[in-house]
C-alpha cells in the first residue's frame, strides 16, 4: 500500500505561481507518479506524469510550457510547479503512483483545491 498526501494548493491571482507536493508513504516504491485535476462539472483530466528517474515526463498539451513535475525520490515525493496560472486551472489536483505507465496509476491522493482568480 502507498499513501499519498498532496500539498501546496490555495487561492493565486492570475498570473501567479504554486507549487503542490505529494509525499508518499508506505510502500513507497513507483515508477510512475503523476498529476491529474478535476474542475467541477467535468472529467478528471491527466495534466503531467514523470518516471522513476525523472529523465522521462509527459505533459497535457494544456499546461506545457506553464507546468513543470519532478520528483526528489530521497524524499518520496513528486512536485508540481505551476506558473502563469489561469482561471481554466482552477480545480481539485490529485496526485497518483503507479507501476504501468503515464496514464494507469494504483494509488490517489485526497486531493488540493487549487483556485485562480481572475
Known amino acids: 500500500q502507498v499513501q499519498l498526501v498532496e500539498s501546496g494548493g490555495g487561492l493565486v491571482q492570475a498570473g501567479g505561481s504554486l507549487r503542490l507536493s505529494c509525499t508518499a508513504s508506505?510502500?513507497?516504491?513507483?515508477?510512475?507518479m503523476g498529476w491529474f485535476r478535476q474542475a467541477p462539472g467535468k472529467e478528471q483530466k491527466l495534466v503531467a506524469a514523470i518516471n522513476w528517474s525523472g529523465g522521462s515526463t509527459y505533459y497535457a498539451d494544456f499546461v506545457k510550457g506553464r507546468f513543470t513535475i519532478s520528483r526528489d525520490n530521497a524524499k518520496s515525493t513528486v512536485y508540481l510547479q505551476m506558473s502563469s496560472l489561469e482561471p481554466e486551472d482552477t480545480a481539485v489536483y490529485y496526485c497518483?503512483?503507479?507501476?504501468?505507465?503515464?496514464?494507469?496509476?494504483?494509488?490517489w491522493g485526497q486531493g488540493t483545491q487549487v483556485t485562480v482568480s481572475s
Open positions: 497518483a503512483a503507479g507501476q504501468r505507465g503515464y496514464s494507469d496509476y494504483d494509488y
Open positions: 508506505g510502500r513507497t516504491f513507483s515508477t510512475y
